[in-house]
């Protein structure tokens, strides 16, 4: 991230401060599909990774399920409410794309409503794999392009706030050529925060479109019109093989 970008984020988080409705104080992010798939792919006691973790809400919640959790985020202000929401959990001031921690530390590596952030994402990508053990995983969860900018098509400044939206192929593609395979996973409905997002664009309006949208069957959309993508990645050996052999060059 560019120190432009450290710097946005930082005054938004010192501004949000006093609003007790931000995401610093309330979870909205951790779908429960991705929770789905992060407990059957993982036994506890497995070690998590969190990138970007705001006010650490999410970590908690892995916690309470027995993974041993590092939480990291690029501000200092985000760790500081972290840090007294949940003290029993490891967070620091990081870098996601240039992270201090030896290679293979992790067993997964989780990164909810963040790639999209990034001016380069294939960087954090690649700070995955180096992370990551043999088969480790990271999980994503994103906005879906296609949806996003059909939301935001007239909302200033979002491409400053989201350079790097993807869609499937995208987002796959990226994973692909740094060695993971990947699977995208529906969800089965619109989670309170999209739905009131999306009634607060249409005014007067709003509740009957928050009823329509609560009712609506999302999980009946093929996954490249999912709003969100909920991406499950698998680092191949062949990658660890790959690091082995440019190593010893």
Same mark, same amino acid.
């Given at each position: 991230m560019s120190d432009s970008a450290r710097e946005r984020y930082i005054e938004g988080h010192t501004r949000n401060l006093a609003d007790r409705s931000s995401y610093l104080y309330s979870d909205h992010s951790l779908a429960a599909e991705l929770l789905i798939e992060i407990k059957s792919c993982l036994d506890p006691g497995a070690k998590i990774l969190e990138v970007g973790c705001g006010g650490g809400h999410a970590a908690a919640v892995l916690a309470r399920l027995g993974f041993v959790v590092t939480a990291t985020d690029i501000s200092p202000v985000a760790i500081e409410v972290a840090k007294k929401n949940y003290p029993h959990i490891d967070f620091a001031v990081a870098d996601a794309i240039d992270l201090k921690y030896q290679d293979g530390s992790f067993d997964a590596i989780v990164a909810v $409503?963040? +790639? $999209?952030?990034? $001016?380069?994402p294939e !960087? %954090? +990508? =690649? /700070?995955a794999d180096r992370l990551l053990g043999p088969r480790g995983l990271f999980f994503i969860k994103t906005? @879906?392009?296609l949806l996003h900018d059909l939301y935001y098509r007239k909302t200033a400044n979002v491409s400053v706030w989201h350079p790097s939206v993807m869609s499937v192929k995208e987002l796959a593609g990226k994973l692909a #050529?740094? =060695?993971?395979? *990947? !699977?995208?996973?529906? #969800?089965? *409905?619109?989670p309170d925060y999209q +739905? @009131?997002?999306?009634a607060a664009k249409v005014g007067p309006l =709003?509740?009957?479109?928050? #009823?329509? %949208?609560r009712w609506a069957p999302v999980v009946l959309l093929p996954v490249g019109l999912q709003p969100s993508l909920i991406c499950v990645a698998r680092r191949r050996e062949a990658s660890? /093989?790959?690091?082995e052999a440019e190593n010893g060059k």
């Open positions: $409503e963040f +790639i $999209e952030h990034l $001016e380069a !960087r %954090l +990508i =690649g /700070e906005p @879906n392009r #050529t740094a =060695g993971f395979d *990947s !699977r995208f996973v529906k #969800t089965e *409905s619109l +739905i @009131n997002k999306a =709003g509740a009957l479109a928050k #009823t329509v %949208l660890a /093989e790959n690091r």
